[in-house]
């Protein structure tokens, strides 16, 4: 690394040169990668539980003897707009503490929120108490994904990062499936009284995020944001430990590094220049974003909280039998970007995201029809919601891994938190409250308009990202969009003329 102007481990308006972001991208995968993917991207997987296991256990909670005089419609209602309300605020506020404190220390203490707030949730003994609590587990899930899949892309060479991004997202439907099944034993009468049963899932939540925690600690900070924050030092001592590990698992010599980056130093940048940079230099991959993020929001916070009282409302299904159902789609919802991730990174971001979106969105208006008709029973719907969402969960994905790659370093986290909370706020708390209120109502056609006001967005948001989607496979991130801190640009002001602004 070649310093002018200060020291490597100094911040301020020194320019430093530094191979840091090459040497990371041309690493050949290994142990070190997958400290990374499990001590990050296991936190998807209690996301799964978190919202499978309230949507399972809504029915019986609204039952006489659960121990909360609350109803359903408020559980899949107002509890899931408040979960998600969180999660938007959360991202927020941690989004910004991430790019100026680190991703390391921020997806610390975000687990440590979850993880006291899902406790807590656990003990509820009133409605009041069950709803701020759902709000707290949001937050912290919120913050999560700021931190995490900033830290996932910085640190995941440029050949994998879309495939092993989409696999993480995808893992949440590992937790679905957790959260199904786990939700039919602790929904057992036989097994657990009423108002235990479902105090233990929440609990088992705990359980798992204690593990994640202490797994975490190996997961280093991410040295891009090291190097740019005036921690130069620190940035290539963890590079070099990372080679040398790597090299002694492989026996190899790793090739040299693609290039080099000179940037200016500096600890933060302020709102005024996120937003500028976002909406003006990068203003094509904000509609991109938005597009994307309000899409998928909708359809999977409204689906996800409501499918267990659709198949109660108007198939007759036991509540103690709705998690067999959730956890066929929430293995076709893995399935998506296990067996689709691969082809984001050969095939291309625009083709990928754009057909993912588009074939849900016109599945789904199928499944609409015949829902329509009366042709489906719930096993059929449940085959058909397998189907669309195998798709639509590799195409969800990517919306995270959109805005999390094509836009500048230092925004990075407050990116993804803006356009989490932004698109998730119109879809994930209207979503909700909207689908439980159609079909609460018991009408057919009411449940078809809210299947069809999802599939419309979806196939709206493929629509923008076939005339918007970056062409980001096998490119730096930082040749998709140039640091603001660039040593060519010291105002800070992108790069709009430059390969970083191009979509």
Request: charged letters at 15%; glycine letters at 12%; one cysteine or more.
């Amino acid at each position: 690394m070649a310093v002018t102007d200060a020291g490597a481990g100094s911040a301020g308006s020194g320019a430093v040169t530094t191979a840091v972001p090459a040497r990371l991208d041309r690493l050949p995968w290994s142990r070190w990668h997958w400290t990374i993917v499990i001590g990050l991207g296991t936190v998807w997987i209690l996301d799964g539980l978190e919202v499978t296991v309230v949507g399972n256990i809504a029915g019986r909670l609204s039952e006489p003897g659960s121990g909360l005089p609350i109803s359903a419609a408020q559980v899949t209602g107002i509890a899931a707009a408040l979960y998600v309300a969180g999660a938007c605020v959360g991202a927020l506020v941690f989004g910004r503490l991430t790019d100026i404190f680190g991703r390391r220390k921020l997806f610390m203490v975000t687990l440590a929120v979850y993880l006291a707030a899902t406790a807590m949730t656990a003990v509820s003994f009133s409605v009041w108490w069950f709803l701020l609590f759902r709000f707290l587990t949001g937050f912290g899930i919120g913050g999560e994904y700021a931190a995490i899949n900033s830290a996932i892309d910085e640190l995941i060479p440029s050949k994998y990062r879309g495939r092993v991004d989409l696999i993480i997202n995808g893992s949440f439907w590992l937790g679905a499936i957790a959260g199904s099944l786990l939700s039919i034993v602790a929904l057992n009468t036989d097994l657990f009284a009423m108002n235990v049963g479902w105090r233990l899932t929440f609990l088992l939540g705990v359980v798992l995020g204690l593990v994640i925690l202490l797994v975490r600690r190996n997961v280093p900070e991410s040295p891009r944001w090291l190097f740019i924050h005036g921690k130069g030092e620190e940035a290539e001592r963890l590079v070099t430990d990372a080679e040398r590990q790597i090299k002694e698992e492989t026996g190899k010599e790793l090739p040299p590094p693609a290039g080099e980056i000179t940037i200016h130093q500096r600890k933060s940048i302020g709102f005024l220049e996120i937003g500028r940079t976002v909406f003006s230099t990068y203003r094509r991959r904000a509609i991109l974003g938005l597009s994307l993020f309000i899409g998928q929001a909708f359809l999977y916070n409204a689906i996800t909280f409501g499918f267990g009282a659709i198949l109660t409302k108007f198939f007759d299904v036991s509540t103690s039998s709705t998690g067999y159902y959730f956890a066929v789609i929430a293995a076709g919802n893995f399935m998506g970007p296990l067996l689709l991730g691969k082809l984001f990174d050969t095939v291309g971001r625009r083709i990928m995201i754009s057909s993912t979106y588009l074939l849900s969105g016109i599945l789904l208006f199928g499944t609409a029809w015949l829902f329509d008709r009366g042709s489906l029973s719930a096993t059929t719907l449940t085959a058909c919601w397998c189907v669309v969402l195998f798709f639509a969960s590799a195409g969800a994905s990517s919306a995270y891994l959109t805005v999390s790659e094509i836009f500048p370093m230092e925004t990075r986290a407050m990116a993804i938190a803006f356009f989490y909370a932004i698109g998730t706020a119109a879809g994930g708390i209207s979503g909700p409250l909207i689908f439980a209120e159609l079909t609460e109502t018991g009408v057919v056609g009411d449940t078809v308009l809210a299947f069809q006001i999802g599939a419309g967005l979806m196939c709206a948001a493929g629509l923008v990202a076939a005339a918007l989607a970056v062409k980001a496979e096998g490119r730096s991130l930082e040749d998709i969009a140039s640091p603001l801190s660039t040593a060519a640009d010291p105002a800070g002001k992108g790069d709009p003329a430059g390969k970083g602004a191009k979509a």
